[in-house]
C-alpha cells in the first residue's frame, strides 16, 4: 500500500474552523504510519515552532504551510495553499503573511493582494483547489478563463504549481475535480490528494462543527447555517486515501513526493542579537567593559563600601561577573538593556530600582539597569547568569504604566520599526467559558447553561475533568470536585450532551492577544524571523504588530525577548511625587 502525507490540514491555531490538536496528530500520523505531515493554517504560522519540535521529536518530518485567502478588493475571497519548500519558501511566506496582516485588513478579515503573491513565492509550492480562482470559474462553467487564470500562476511559480483534489462530498468537488483533471493533462500540471482535513476522527465532526458556531456566533441547529464542511475532512489512514483515489494513483503519489521535496529547517537555539551601536575603536567585548567600570566608578562615589568589602573586591567581582558575561557573549544584551533605561531615566519615565534574579548583578548595578548594590545583601551573579546552564539572561524592568509606551516607541526608532514587536499570546476555551459557548450552540437558555457553568468551582486553572472528579488532581483533593455537577452529569441528558461537548473543546486555542510586556528586537527586518500579526485602525491598516510566535516559539526561533513592563505602583508613585512638589 503506498504511503501518504497530509498536506492541507488546519489545526486548532487557525481559531475557526479546526478541532486538530498537534500531540495528537503528531501521535496520530505515527500510529498511520504517514512519513510527514504539514499544517497550513488559515492566513498564520501561530503553531509552526510548536508543530515543527512535535513531529521532528516523533519521527514524522514537519511541512510548513498556510491557507492563504486572495482577494484584489472587496469580492469573496478565494484560497491557495502554499507549503515551503525551503528555507527561501519559509521567508516569503513569513513576508507574505506580514504583509497580509499589515496592509490586507477588511471588514471579514485579512487577504493576500494577488499581486503580492506573483511577486513574492521563491520557494513556496502552490495548491489550487476547488476554493481558488479556478475553482470558482470552474463551478460557474467558465472553464476557459478558469485554464487562463492556471496559466498567469503557472508561468509565475513554474513547476511548483499543483491541482488540489479532494473527495470530501462538498458541493463543486466533482465539477472541480472533473476540470482539473483535463486541465492537469493539458497544461502538464501535476494533481495532488488532499483531505482538507479540519478534525482528527470522523466522531469529531460535531465538536468541529460547535467550535465553527462558536467562532461565527451561530447555533448548531440553525437551518441557515452555512454547511461548509462534512464529515469526511478527518486525518484518513493512507489505506483510506488510496482507496478514494483508487481510479487517480498519481494523485497519491504525488502527495508523497511533494512531501519529500519539503525540507525547511528552522534554526532552533541560536540566539540573534542587534547589532548594539559602539564607538569605532571598541568592540561589545571592550565596550561593556568600559561603561562598566565607569559607571561603578560613578556608583561608589555616591554608595557606601558594604562592610566587610573594598573597593578593590568591588572591582574584583565586577571583572568576575564581566568575564562570564564576555565569555557567553552576551555583552550586547546588557548594553542594549542599559540604553533604554537610562533613556528612560534621563527622560522622566519612573523606573524600577530592579526585581528578580537581575538584581543580583554588579555589572547591572554599574551600567543603570537596577539601583541596587547586590554585594551588601549576598545577592549572587550566578542565580541570573551561570555558565554552566546556558540561557539568555533576562531583566523584569518595571515601567510608569503610563509612559512604558515611550520606552518602546524609543527602541523601536533606534533600531528600526520593523525590527521591533511585542509577542503574541493565546487564549483558550478554558473550563467555565467553554461549557458557556457549547451551551449557547446547542441552543440551551442563558439561565440553564449559567447555571452549570456555576456550578465549576472557582479554582485558578481548573479543568472539566478537576470538577467532575475524573483527574488525579480531584482525587487527591475533593475540593477541586463539584458533587452537583457530577450528579446533574449522571441524571440529565442535557447536562451529559453539554458537558461531554464542552470537554471535547476545552483549551483549545480560541484568540490572539498581545503580551502583557514582552518585546523582541531582531538585527534585520522580524519577517526574517517570524510573520506577524496585527489589528488594525479605522483605515484598515495594521497597527500594534506582534510576533506570530508567543513567548516560547520566539526564545526558540532565537529572538532575544525584553520585558518591559508596566507597573502601575511606580505610576501612582510618580503622581504623588508631582503633586508634592507642585506644592512646595
Known amino acids: 500500500m503506498p504511503a501518504f502525507a497530509h498536506l492541507h490540514l488546519h489545526s486548532e491555531y487557525s481559531l475557526v474552523d ?3 490538536r498537534i500531540p495528537e496528530l503528531v501521535k496520530r500520523c505515527v500510529q498511520q504510519g504517514q512519513p510527514a505531515v ?24 514537519p511541512i510548513a504551510g ?24 519559509y521567508l516569503s511566506l513569513s513576508r507574505l503573511l506580514t504583509r497580509a496582516w499589515m496592509e490586507g485588513h477588511r471588514t471579514d478579515g485579512v487577504v493576500v493582494r494577488p499581486q503580492w503573491l506573483q511577486d513574492e513565492n521563491t520557494g513556496l509550492f502552490v495548491l489550487a483547489g476547488r476554493n481558488s480562482e479556478a475553482g470558482r470559474l470552474a463551478a460557474a462553467g467558465k472553464h476557459e478563463l478558469a485554464e487562463q487564470w492556471l496559466a498567469q500562476l503557472q508561468q509565475a511559480t513554474g513547476e511548483r504549481l499543483f491541482l488540489e483534489l479532494t473527495r470530501t462530498a462538498r458541493e463543486g468537488e466533482d465539477a472541480f475535480n472533473a476540470f482539473a483533471l483535463h486541465a492537469a493533462s493539458r497544461r502538464g500540471v501535476p494533481v495532488i490528494a488532499t483531505n482538507d482535513a479540519r478534525f482528527l476522527d470522523q466522531d469529531g465532526f460535531e465538536a468541529h462543527e460547535a467550535r465553527v458556531c462558536i467562532a461565527t456566533g451561530r447555533v448548531l441547529d440553525d437551518p441557515k447555517r452555512p454547511k461548509d464542511f462534512t464529515n469526511e475532512q478527518y486525518v484518513k489512514s493512507s489505506e483510506q486515501m488510496s482507496e478514494l483515489f483508487a481510479d487517480v494513483p498519481d494523485a497519491i503519489d504525488n502527495a508523497i513526493a511533494l512531501a519529500t521535496r519539503c525540507n525547511l529547517e528552522l534554526r532552533l537555539g541560536t540566539y540573534f542579537l542587534p547589532a548594539f551601536p559602539v564607538p569605532d575603536d571598541e568592540t561589545l567585548d571592550s565596550w561593556i567593559r568600559v561603561q562598566s567600570r565607569e559607571g561603578l566608578t560613578k556608583r561608589l562615589e555616591k554608595a557606601p563600601i558594604a562592610a566587610g568589602h573594598t573597593r578593590e573586591s568591588y572591582f574584583e567581582r565586577l571583572d568576575v561577573e564581566l568575564d562570564v558575561i564576555v565569555k557567553m557573549g552576551f555583552p550586547g544584551y546588557f548594553l542594549i ?22 538584581a543580583g548583578s554588579l ?6 539597569i537596577t ?3 547586590p554585594i551588601p545583601y549576598d545577592l549572587l551573579f550566578e542565580r541570573f547568569l551561570n555558565p554552566e546552564r546556558v540561557s539568555m539572561p533576562d531583566f523584569d524592568i518595571d515601567f510608569c504604566m503610563d509612559r512604558r509606551d515611550e520606552v518602546i516607541d524609543y527602541v523601536a526608532a533606534k533600531y528600526g520599526r520593523d525590527r521591533v514587536s511585542q509577542i503574541i499570546t493565546y487564549g483558550t476555551m478554558a473550563a467555565k467559558a467553554v461549557v458557556r459557548d457549547s451551551g449557547r450552540v446547542l441552543g440551551h437558555p442563558y439561565g440553564f447553561v449559567d447555571g452549570i457553568a456555576k456550578l465549576i468551582p472557582n479554582t485558578l486553572g481548573i479543568c472539566l475533568d478537576d470538577a467532575l472528579g475524573e483527574s488525579d488532581a480531584s482525587k487527591k483533593n475533593p475540593e477541586l470536585s463539584s458533587v452537583e455537577l457530577m450528579q446533574r452529569m449522571q441524571s440529565e441528558d442535557d447536562v451529559r450532551d453539554l458537558l461531554t461537548l464542552a470537554r471535547d473543546l476545552e483549551d483549545l486555542t480560541r484568540n490572539a492577544g498581545k503580551h502583557a510586556g514582552g518585546v523582541v528586537i531582531a538585527p534585520s527586518p522580524l519577517s526574517d524571523f517570524c510573520p506577524l500579526f496585527a489589528e488594525h485602525d479605522i483605515e484598515g491598516r495594521g497597527k500594534n504588530p506582534v510576533t506570530q510566535f508567543d513567548k516560547d516559539d520566539v526564545e526558540s526561533i532565537g529572538l532575544v525577548k525584553f520585558d518591559f513592563l508596566g ?16 506644592r512646595r
Not at 38 to 61: H, M, P, R, S
Not at 363 to 368: H, I, R, T
Open 18 to 20: 479546526s478541532t486538530i
Open 38 to 61: 504539514a499544517i497550513t493554517d488559515q492566513n498564520n504560522l501561530f503553531a509552526l515552532v510548536k508543530f515543527y519540535k512535535a513531529a521532528e521529536g516523533a519521527g514524522i518530518k
Open 66 to 89: 498556510a491557507d492563504l485567502l486572495l482577494a484584489d478588493g472587496d469580492e469573496a475571497p478565494t484560497r491557495l495553499t502554499v507549503l515551503c519548500r525551503d528555507r527561501d519558501g
Open 337 to 358: 538593556v542599559a540604553d533604554f533605561i537610562n533613556w528612560a531615566k534621563d527622560h522622566g519615565i519612573p523606573v524600577g530600582p530592579g526585581r528578580g534574579s537581575g
Open 363 to 368: 555589572v547591572a548595578w554599574a551600567l543603570g
Open 371 to 373: 539601583d541596587l548594590d
Open 567 to 582: 507597573l502601575r505602583t511606580l505610576t501612582i508613585i510618580d503622581w504623588a511625587v508631582k503633586a508634592i512638589n507642585a
